[in-house]
Nanobody, 114 residues
């Protein structure tokens, strides 16, 4: 079955960096569009970044220039490198794919605070 196992995250001061990983299994990862979403307390879940099978990327305006999504089709893993983190980046981050149903990772807390 489809599994998305997340790792990374944690707490960091403003301006710091973190990297999230999502190891995928149970489907043909190399042809899948992979996404990262986030959900802050009291907010709707929002799309942060996407990457196609060919490596094309798309970002929310709020993270452009600071976050980088990438993938390793040998390791079946998608990454989200987050730099210049701000307090408003604080949220639970979720890995996602649609195959064709929606599949989600369990979520990883990212807290940006001084």
């Amino acid at each position: 079955q489809v599994q998305l196992v997340q790792s990374g995250g944690g707490s960091v001061q403003p301006g710091g960096s973190l990297r999230l990983s999502c190891a995928a299994s149970g489907f043909m990862f190399r042809i899948a569009v992979m996404d990262w979403y986030r959900q802050a307390p009291g907010q709707q879940r929002e799309l942060v970044a996407s990457i196609t099978s060919g490596g094309a990327t798309n970002y929310a305006d709020s993270v452009k220039g600071r976050f980088t999504i990438s993938r390793d089709n040998v390791k079946n893993t998608v990454y989200l490198a987050m730099n210049s983190l701000k307090p408003e980046d604080t949220a639970v981050y979720y890995c996602h794919t649609k195959r064709p149903n929606d599949y989600w990772g369990r979520g990883t807390q990212v807290t940006v605070s001084s």
